[in-house]
């Protein structure tokens, strides 16, 4: 399905934001789909998210080694932005966990 700006579909999932354990040197983040009773919305836009870490890099400034965290993406993928209230927040959706809305 290509999207159209203000195209009707049903969902089943929607993406949230995971930090996974990790360690000092580095926490994962990374999108992960949940699911939800399907759903009716419009594609109000896309976006380009990543998956990645955040990395704890030492820098030298001065005398001291301090350590600077700094978000590495290492994977690029394409969500819908898709509105389903007024008063809700729009859900990110991947666009295999979408269909067209069937007409009314």
Known sequence: MTPQFGARVVFDHY???????????????EWAA????????IIIG???????????????SGYDIDVVPTYVPREHFRAYVVAFDMHRKPFYVLPEHTKPEENR
């Open 15 to 29: 993406l949230v934001r995971q930090s996974n354990g990790g360690n000092f040197r580095e926490i994962p983040r």
């Open 34 to 41: 949940a699911p939800i009773d399907p759903t009716e919305g």
């Open 46 to 60: 896309t976006r380009t998210l990543t998956n990645g870490a955040i990395e704890n890099l030492p820098t030298r």
